[in-house]
């Protein structure tokens, strides 16, 4: 993820980017029934960290994507157009630079082909997927949870309000593991495929004495 893992927001609001680690999981103490709350509501603050992380991870991961694709795009765009530039700037000056054309227009390709196989630009735009689906996995829940607050006290037991909680945590655990899995998944795939792409255009490729050869020809 290209896959990859998050880490919280420092407190100067500058992001440093690191592996997707997730966080230690809480240490719980459950003895009695003011401390089994408490252990649920512990457990709530560390999922919704880990959900926090994860959505700072791919922000700061688009920033780096962003850059670097406007850049290489942005080098393609300026090639291209100078090679097309450079054959019209020699006929009109009857002079012989047609040739540096052809080097700028294969310099151009080569860029969008590190965009390609990089894949700067679609990493750009699958972070800033996955965290806007993460955002909202994690305001769902926090409204589920105010929600389940603000419930009238019926007196139910204590369990039964244990329970439904440690449903709702749990469920926005499963979200987050499953959505990180999924871009993962994604991201793997699309390096495999760029990867034998790859391959594949450097097997098609000439020996250096069979395009000798042809040139003679």
Known sequence: MTGSTPTA???DGKARKRDLRGRAFPVLVARTPAERLEAVEALRAWAEQEAEDAIE????DKRLKRLGSRYVRGLMILLATTGTVVPLAG?????QIQGWGYVFLAAAAGCKGFDHFFGLSTAWMRDITAAQALRGELNEFRL????ELLREAT????QAVIERRMLLVGGLVARIRARLESETSDWTHEF???LQQLQ???VALPAPREAGAAAQR
């Open 144 to 147: 589920a949870w105010t929600a």
């Open 200 to 202: 594949e255009q450097t």
């Open 91 to 95: 006929a009109a000056l009857d002079t």
């Open 192 to 194: 495999r495929a760029g």
């Open 9 to 11: 927001r420092p407190r």
């Open 155 to 158: 007196g139910e037991p204590e």
């Open 57 to 60: 991870w791919y922000l700061a």
